[in-house]
């Protein structure tokens, strides 16, 4: 087997590295690739063509970035199948949610295309004839792009789009468990026009990850990863006052008060707390459900889980596949035997499913009776596993939804909107749904509150994360 090729420059080229990483298929355990571990000499070749790269990119007119942004995204949603196929692969997700993603990842650049048109700064009319003080805005430099496994393609554009929209040149290091489909962007950003040097992709794991973070020529981190490695990151790029934006786990807490027709929210909800195989960061983790609509509730997700088709990735109809890996694997085990352990009531599921070695499923599980000692309602469980408290009131809802150090997403279910928009008020959040989880759309920021880490994706905000401020002042010469 092969070992796949880095992108430096515009020419796909071999590592120099000798260390390899052996990428599996999450649902059959079988080693579908080999990617390089790599090292020093290669980040300093990726970072010699952005900033060449960079150069060139800046001062190309907006216009000229737009397009070759859209003919991206085009180019996106005619490879989708083949694109989802490769997220598929190496993630374990359902084929149809990979698809969705990748057409999701096309209108982000679309977006991006766009918003890159609308960047503005300011003008003091400070009132001397001869002088004028502007606020313009810069591209912040190189940019390394470092991403999280479960959403392979969409993490990566996110930042992507919005450091080329800005005129930065951007280096990606994508996760080591699923790199094929930044690879297959790199070529479609090639056929798209996009100049050598403005996208240049590394493979490797979190050494490969550090050397970015430490080079003195990046000027920014875009990170998405778990909270300790965030913290790592941040401390990291400290040492050459590197911008950082870091956007890192959730712990997501459902509210449902009394007067929520279980009936009428229980797709959106079971969705939200199972979608990829509960590797979501802004899945719903906990729920606290009002004593009056508690058993109902209780009765009919029970019998809605019960239907959660469980497979391979591409098998048909597939609501849930495996964990990506390992470490994530473990790491849910660990969660649903300390739940066990403390006397939380196991409601369904709780087990690894076996099937092929080396594969990685659990069964949708659903606690009850659980409290706050306990690491499903304190630690971010990766995983398809939902931890349920009765509540009897929405003060005591909310007390409980903000005692966590995460701060990514809140859900809340009410009839009486006005409450729901209190709770939204009240909530230690970034992002807050009331009463219907619509999909997080391009156009609103993305992003955390306390230890979920600090910047916004997506969105505006998103761009300005990729500029400096500048401040002119200007002395004009006088009218004679
Ligand atoms: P992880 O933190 O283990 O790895 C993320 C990335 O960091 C990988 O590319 C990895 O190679 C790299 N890395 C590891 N060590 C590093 C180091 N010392 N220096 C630099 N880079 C290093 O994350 P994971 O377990 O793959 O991803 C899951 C986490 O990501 C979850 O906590 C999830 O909630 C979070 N996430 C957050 C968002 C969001 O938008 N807030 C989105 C998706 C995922």
């Known amino acids: 087997m092969k070992t796949s090729k880095i992108l430096i420059h515009g020419d796909w080229i071999d590592s120099t590295s000798e260390e390899e990483i052996d990428v599996f298929n999450p649902s059959s355990g079988e080693v579908i690739s080999k990617i390089p571990n790599c090292n020093e000499a290669d980040v300093e070749k990726a970072v010699q063509s952005a900033l060449i790269g960079f150069e060139a990119w800046k001062s190309t007119p907006a216009e000229k970035r737009a397009q070759i942004i859209h003919n991206a995204a085009n180019l996106i949603r005619q490879h989708a199948d083949h694109l989802a196929s490769e997220v598929s692969k190496e993630m374990g997700k359902p084929l149809k949610s990979a698809k969705i993603e990748v057409i999701n990842s096309a209108e982000i ?8 048109l609308r960047i503005k700064g300011d003008i003091y009319q400070y009132n001397y004839a001869n002088e004028q003080v502007q606020v313009i805005k810069d591209p912040v430099g190189v940019v390394a792009g470092i991403t999280a496994a479960n959403y392979p393609i969409a993490l990566l554009t996110w930042k992507l789009g919005a450091a080329l929209a800005t005129g930065c040149s951007f280096i990606s290091k994508p996760d080591e468990h699923s790199t094929a489909v930044a690879l297959s962007l790199g070529k479609l950003f090639l056929e798209a026009g996009l100049h050598k040097g403005i996208f240049n992709i590394i493979s490797g794991n979190g050494v490969t990850g550090s050397l970015l973070v430490n080079h003195s020529r990046i000027s920014k981190i875009a990170f998405t990863g778990s909270v300790a490695i965030g913290k790592k990151v941040a401390a990291m790029a400290a ?14 807490p459902a509210i449902i008060m009394n007067g929520t027709d279980p009936e009428k929210i229980m797709e ?22 009002h004593s009056e609509v508690y058993d109902d509730f209780i ?15 591409n098998e048909p109809d597939v609501d849930q596949g495996p964990l990506c890996h390992k470490t994530i694997f473990d790491q849910v085990m660990s969660h649903i035997e300390d739940a066990n352990a403390k006397g939380a009531r196991l409601l369904c599921g709780g087990h690894q499913i076996k099937s092929e070695p080396y594969t990685y499923f659990i069964e949708p599980t659903v606690f009850d009776r659980a409290d706050h000692s306990m690491l499903i309602m304190r630690e971010e469980t990766f995983g398809p596993v939902l931890s349920i408290m009765k509540i009897d009131s929405l003060s005591e809802a909310i007390k409980y939804a903000n005692d966590s150090m995460y701060g990514l997403a809140a859900f809340v279910y009410t009839p009486d909107a006005g409450l729901g928009l209190q709770a939204a008020r009240q909530l230690e959040s970034g992002v807050v749904w ?3 989880i619509h999909k997080a759309y391009t156009f609103a920021p993305f992003g955390g509150f306390k230890q979920s880490g600090y910047g916004r994706e997506k969105s505006s905000y998103g761009l300005d994360e990729y500029l400096e401020i500048k401040t002119v002042y200007l002395t004009l010469p006088t009218v004679e």
Do not use: P
């Open 109 to 116: 650049f679309d977006f991006f295309a766009e918003e890159g």
């Open 239 to 252: 040492g050459t006052c590197k911008r950082v934006s870091l956007e890192l786990g959730g712990q997501c």
């Open 268 to 289: 959106d909800f079971i969705s939200q707390v199972f979608n990829n195989s509960g590797q979501h960061c802004y899945r719903i983790n906990r729920a606290y459900i």
């Open 299 to 313: 009765r009919l997700l029970l019998e809605r889980v019960s239907k959660l088709k469980i497979g391979k990735a």
């Open 434 to 436: 009331v009463n219907k």
